[in-house]
């Protein structure tokens, strides 16, 4: 079971970073981390393509040197760029100015690739103190974390995470998978067949998949609404 299942740990986490967007549209943000991977981004590329949906992709900068290109067409296809830190290593053990050189120098590596500033900070691991969330904010991010995790991560079935998934979701939700790795060469073919349905099953029950500030924007029209 993910942290994220439990009432109390999430109200905790909203209170101090971003988890979900209250909004009455029916929109969910998929999120990507740990690329980009030149296995499977590509792959969720074409997923995401064929079914016209977006999503953002939160990257580890030493990823984007050697990758600059897939960070290029994942922004060319419309979909987001978030900031994951440059090694991804844990935040609340690095002393503040090295927590600082992380989320700044993969913002540059970021911009540089594609153009623009990234608007969101995921923390490694999701591990993160009140200095980690400051020195985000003064490098022109939001942190995020998630409203569901499925713990892709540690390879369980597709049906699994698709399940996880889809009993907690919601208007608002932001789904936290993965698309990389510690290594290259990790297998994520799991959660490439899980997106896949997901797309599918979330878009045939009504759901928008939107990037996070498409998210966010929209819950803002909404509450106008």
């Not at 503040?96 to 992380?102: D, I, L, N, P």
């Amino acid at each position: 079971m993910s942290l994220l299942d439990n009432d109390s740990m999430r109200k905790w986490l909203a209170a101090r970073i971003l988890c979900e967007v209250e909004t009455k549209a029916r929109a969910v943000a998929l999120t990507f981390d740990d690329g980009p991977n030149p296995n499977h981004t590509p792959r969720l590329l074409r997923i995401l393509e064929r079914a016209r949906a977006r999503a953002t992709f939160f990257v580890v900068g030493k990823r984007v040197r050697r990758f600059e290109t897939i960070v290029s067409e994942v922004t060319a296809a419309g979909h987001e760029i978030g900031n994951h830190s440059l090694h991804h290593l844990p935040m609340t053990a690095m002393p503040g100015r090295m927590v600082q050189h992380e989320i700044e120098s993969t913002s540059r590596l970021i911009a540089d690739a594609t153009g623009r500033h990234p608007r969101f900070f995921r923390p490694p691991m999701g591990w993160f103190h009140r200095g980690v969330l400051a020195r985000a904010r003064a490098a022109g991010c939001v942190s995020v974390i998630g409203s569901i995790h499925p713990q892709d991560s540690r390879r369980p079935p597709a049906a699994a995470i698709e399940h996880r998934v889809m009993r907690r979701v919601a208007p608002g939700a932001i789904v936290i998978l993965h698309d990389g790795g510690w290594r290259i060469g990790c297998d994520r073919s799991h959660t490439i067949a899980a997106a896949e349905n997901l797309v599918t099953r979330l878009q045939d029950e009504g759901y928008a998949l939107v990037t996070l500030s498409d998210l966010v924007a929209g819950a803002k029209e909404s509450s106008r609404g």
